[in-house]
Each structure stands twice: as structure tokens, then as C-alpha cells.
């Protein structure tokens, strides 16, 4: 799980404009193997949309992607 991490003490109700993202480790690891299966629909999550505005091509998105997923499930080790 995503939680903030205050170095000099507090609380996130500390800070309300401060809101943990949907978009966390655990959502990531599931699209991107939904991408790499090419399972339908997986054009369609912030994964291969945020990946594919930094490749040149599909090929290029998908050695990122099993990058990250290699990262990401080594993270959670």
C-alpha cells in the first residue's frame, strides 16, 4: 500500500489537499500483465497510456512494460 511518509512528524490530516491516487503498485502489476497477455481492453488503462507517451512504438512500450513488471514484482519481494 501507498502511504506518505512525514520526516518531521504529522499526519496526512495535516496536509488536505493531499489524497492517495487509485493508481498504486498493486493496480500497476495487474495491468501490465493484462497488457503483455494483450487481454481486450488493456489500450485502456493509465498503465499503457502513461508508458506509450514516452516509447516510439508498441514493441518499445512492451520491453518497458515487462521492465517495470519485473521491477515492480521484485519491489513487492
Not at 512528524?9 to 501490465?32: M, Q, R, V
Not at 497477455?37 to 502513461?50: L, S
Request: proline fraction near 4%; aromatic fraction near 12%; charged fraction near 25%.
Amino acid at each position: 500500500m501507498d502511504l506518505p511518509w512525514f520526516d518531521e512528524g504529522g499526519s496526512a490530516e495535516d496536509y488536505p489537499d493531499f489524497h492517495n491516487s487509485d493508481k498504486n503498485t498493486d493496480s500497476a502489476i495487474g495491468y501490465l500483465v493484462t497488457w503483455l497477455r494483450e487481454d481486450p481492453g488493456y489500450q485502456n488503462n493509465f498503465v499503457y497510456t502513461t508508458v506509450m507517451k514516452h516509447v516510439k512504438s508498441e514493441e518499445d512500450g512492451k520491453s518497458l512494460a515487462l521492465r517495470l513488471l519485473i521491477h515492480l514484482i521484485g519491489d513487492v519481494h
